[in-house]
């Protein structure tokens, strides 16, 4: 069982999309957990072996609790009643109180749009008794969602990942097989992956969203409902050493 559960389409999604949350949660104390909808099989580079030996790696980096690795056919993620029995079975069986995934319409991936609609029908059909699976229904608390790297429009939640901007770089870097190595890995680049726009948008992207909420590194999320505030002192004060 973990506290959270982050739902991917591929392996290194999690990582790329919330690896500094995934630290944030880690160091708070609570139990975190990333399910991958494929095994990343489409991939230009890389193979299911090479992928599932990094995401182990990245596992070590992030100190994951739980991770499990579906088998719905990466490229072709589609919202049927079986990609849907066993996402339920997943939130069934680890029991998460907040669930994170893909924000539908920000997304160019189709895997990433439909892995987020996925899930948020899951996260509701989960909790109900008559849907019979492998486990017991459990509804989680929350849905929250994480987009891809590239963001339009203003999101509703930053976390501070200041402190695990590295950390998080580290477990992207544990996808060998995705992201470059070498000068010549460079020079032969294919994919935007392995692009170094990628790394220069990643960094970007955080410093960016982070300046929203004056801070140094940030990562986006986006709900639903509005949020419960108990804090409304710490919540909003700004941090001082952010000029
Ligand atoms: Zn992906």
Known sequence: M???????????????????????????????GICDLSRGETGTYGSPEI???EL???NRILSIDKRITLDLPDGNIQNTEEARVKVIDVIRELRPEIVYSFVTDLTRHPDHAHAGQIVKECVYLAGLEKIKTHFDPFRPSQLIYFPELFIN??????????EYFEQKVEAIKAYGSQVISTDKERAEAK???????????????????GSMVSIKYGEPFYCDLPIR?????????KDKSYK
């Open 229 to 237: 505030v108990t804090d409304m002192y710490r919540t909003f004060i």
């Open 51 to 53: 992928r599932k030996k």
């Open 56 to 58: 182990e790696a990245a």
């Open 2 to 32: 973990v506290d959270i559960l982050a739902i991917g389409a591929h392996p290194d999604d999690v990582e790329i999309s919330m690896g500094g949350a995934m630290c944030v949660l880690k160091k708070q104390g609570y139990k975190i």
């Open 191 to 209: 994919t935007f992956l392995r692009s170094d726009n990628f790394w220069d948008i990643l960094t970007t992207r955080a410093k960016f969203v």
């Open 153 to 162: 429009r203003k999101p509703d939640i930053v976390i501070d990942i200041t």
